[in-house]
Nanobody, 124 residues
């Protein structure tokens, strides 16, 4: 079984920054894609960003472009989400997701593994 463990969430003021991390553990796992999704209070889960593991190509939701950067450390099987210029509307539980095969990166239904989530709260 593959486990994804997120960290780095917390409370930050608007305009601030946070870096989320997601490490994989468990059986040997070589992801094809890893991504970040979020679920704001009272809303459905939405795509934030994803990265292809081999080529390091990043994909972003419009709300994340220019403010968030996704990156990965292949040796550590860890993906990061650097978030800057945070806004109150970024408040959500952020989930890491991974797949061992190519997926529709913006569709959560196509990922195989999920983390437990980490809370990000942005105060105004």
């Amino acid at each position: 079984q593959v486990q994804l463990v997120e960290s780095g969430g917390g409370l930050v003021e608007a305009g601030g920054s946070l870096r989320l991390s997601c490490a994989t553990s468990g059986r040997t796992f070589s992801p094809a894609v890893m991504g970040w999704f979020r679920q704001p209070p009272g809303k459905e889960r939405e795509f934030v960003a994803a990265i292809s593991w081999a080529g390091g190509i990043g994909y972003y939701a419009d709300s994340a472009k220019g403010r968030f950067t996704i990156s990965r450390d292949n040796a550590k099987n860890t993906v990061y989400l650097q978030m800057t210029s945070l806004k109150p509307e970024d408040t959500a539980v952020y989930y890491c997701a991974a797949s061992a095969r190519p997926v529709v990166v913006r569709s959560g239904a196509t990922y195989d593994f999920w983390g437990q989530g980490t809370q990000v709260t942005v105060s105004s």
